[in-house]
């Protein structure tokens, strides 16, 4: 090569090479500047953002500049996000667990909905009446076995879709103010009765009211003691209020198979810690 090309050749590749490391510094500074948190440097480019800087950072819009990215716990969004609640795909998972933590997903609808055939505290048809079917023929049986026992129990309220718990837990609000609110009902996508495997229950000597005062009646002590000989559990037991959330309701049952409910009973378990420790 001539040393006329190689002057050429140098002429026009240096300042191309200068041109390039002044951008890099140039947005590198403006990124550094733009940055909320108290990220070094180093910290910036070990993050897997040294590539050339055509992207902008993902993290950046992050409000709160003290987190710590590597030690971001992987389940938080999870549980927090409503909008990435749980859907019930599974026909044979009637463990979901549904509390304040974790949730549903807005438009969960079991899709084997059905009126259980047994009494009811009001005249239907209405969205409430139904029941997934596994949990339907469960209530009809355990309606059943309270009558032969001399009891005669009342369906009061079963499914309840994402926006109906919307309109009842608002109407809680209101009256009630949001901390007592959330004592006595659950945030939309929160609630049991969206699983279609919850049913509130009373009698006639509770008022057919869904009261405390029903756990307190024989028809009340009747389910408490032999729900779970078919598959349900009383969910939201007296003295396990801080570990369920939920106030005592001698009246709310979830339908869990009769094995869960066998063992959730027998050790005097929450479904909770039953489902920690399985
Ligand atoms: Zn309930």
Known sequence: MSKRKIVIIFVLIVPLFII??????TQLDARIHTEQGNQSISEE????????VEEEPSD????DGEEDLAEDPPDQSNSENK????????DADMLILVNKETSLAPD??????????VRFSFEGPDPKQNMRQVAAAALEELFAGAEEAGFYLFAVSGYRSYSRQETVYTGHVERLGETEANKISAKPGHSEHQTGLAIDITSESASFSLS?????????????????????IIRYQK??????GYSYEPWHLRYVGKEAAHEIFEKDLTLEAYLENR
């Open 20 to 25: 390039f490391a002044l951008l890099n510094i």
């Open 45 to 52: 480019i070990d993050n897997g953002d040294n590539s050339p």
């Open 60 to 63: 950046q819009e992050e409000p």
């Open 83 to 90: 909008g990435s609640g749980q859907s019930l795909n599974d």
């Open 108 to 117: 969960y609808t079991p899709d084997d909905l059905t009126v259980p055939n």
């Open 212 to 232: 405390q005062k029903f756990g307190e009646t024989r028809e009340g002590k009747w389910v408490a003691k032999n729900a779970h000989r078919y598959g349900f």
């Open 239 to 244: 003295g396990k209020e801080d570990l369920t």
